[in-house]
């Protein structure tokens, strides 16, 4: 029998559902007073403006080496800035709960992506019939009403593939992030930081500053909370829960944040999903849960009997 889990990592854990789970609502509160772009820069700079004082407080510095500052770089672009500004703008036109199930189709792409690109993270019957499942889901969740948009505006398709996309970006960074240099947690997440905020800010400031007196307070309280909250306080959280509970426990946020996002949708903004979004959750999760358990556990009993010689075993060797 295995021992009881410390309370502490749970309740890392649920801190951590609630910072990235909420992250939807409040960006479905900024975008009505802020353009997507300038909500992305300003994100940005908050979250900076706390990691780099946390690099002072911990005696820290930024990271060195050239090889570092490439993954860096990449990971600033591929897995912030067009992550969070493909999900900004999808939010205009749709509720934050459905953008939180839409998601959910993350760990589903990295399975796939993990088989072309991640030595060992070979695709099984269980990891495929998982990521199946999960489209089938996104099929449900997105439905037949949305698909007919094509003949005209598409507006709310066009939202919907904009989310996914955002969800794309997320597992291509899994891979590029699983590829880096060996380096401290906190100080490559203030340097991934830091380039997304060189890169956002001098785009956003291009177009025009926004007037901040003109924003309602709840849209700037929800960007503090997106750049504070959301960015750089569960950032800390995350590299803190990983390293006392592995990322096997971790991994349950992919269940969790999406069914948070729904909750929060609906009480604080009185979202109501239809039946297609809550069906779809239900297939996406259970292809989450088939993937990761299942096709997990083959994964790992193939490669023990791959490393496995039998000691009656003829010597082929010379």
């Not at 880096?180 to 001098?202: F, N, Q, T």
Request: charged share 10%; hydrophobic share 60%.
């Amino acid at each position: 029998m295995s021992p009881r889990r410390p309370l502490l990592h749970w309740l890392l854990l649920l801190a951590l559902v609630a910072m990235w789970g909420t992250s939807f609502l409040l960006t479905k509160v900024a975008v009505a007073a802020i353009a997507p772009l300038d909500l992305v820069a300003g994100r940005f700079v908050l979250g900076t403006a706390v990691l780099l004082a946390l690099l002072i407080v911990t005696r820290r510095r930024l990271p060195a080496g050239g090889r570092l500052w490439l993954f860096i770089v990449a990971i600033a672009l591929v897995g912030n800035c067009i992550p969070f500004l493909l999900i900004s703008w999808g939010q205009q036109r749709i509720d934050s709960g459905l953008a939180g199930i839409l998601m959910a189709i993350m760990p589903l792409t990295t399975v796939m992506l993990a088989h072309f690109f991640v030595a060992g993270e070979r695709l099984n019957r269980f990891k495929a019939a998982g990521f199946l499942l999960g489209f089938l889901g996104i099929v449900v969740l997105m439905g037949p009403a949305v698909l007919l948009e094509l003949s005209g505006s598409g507006a709310v398709l066009l939202s919907q593939l904009s989310v996914l996309g955002g969800a794309v970006c997320y597992a291509v960074n899994t891979i590029i992030a699983r590829h880096r240099p060996k380096s401290d947690a906190l100080v490559a997440a203030a340097g991934v930081s830091l380039v997304a905020c060189l890169i956002m800010a001098p785009v956003s400031a291009a177009t025009g500053l926004p007037d901040l007196s003109t924003i309602p307070a709840p849209a700037l309280m929800a960007l503090a909370g997106l750049g504070v909250v959301s960015t750089a306080l569960a950032t800390v959280v995350y590299f803190k829960l990983i390293a006392l509970a592995g990322p096997s426990f971790l991994s349950l946020i992919n269940y969790l944040i999406p069914a948070w996002a729904v909750l929060a949708g609906m009480l604080v903004l009185g979202e109501r999903p239809d039946w297609t979004a809550f069906a779809g959750l239900a297939l996406i999760l259970c292809g989450i849960a088939l993937a990761e358990t299942k096709g997990r556990k083959a994964a790992e009993e193939r490669a023990e009997a791959e490393c496995t010689i039998p000691l009656d075993a003829p010597n082929d060797r010379p």
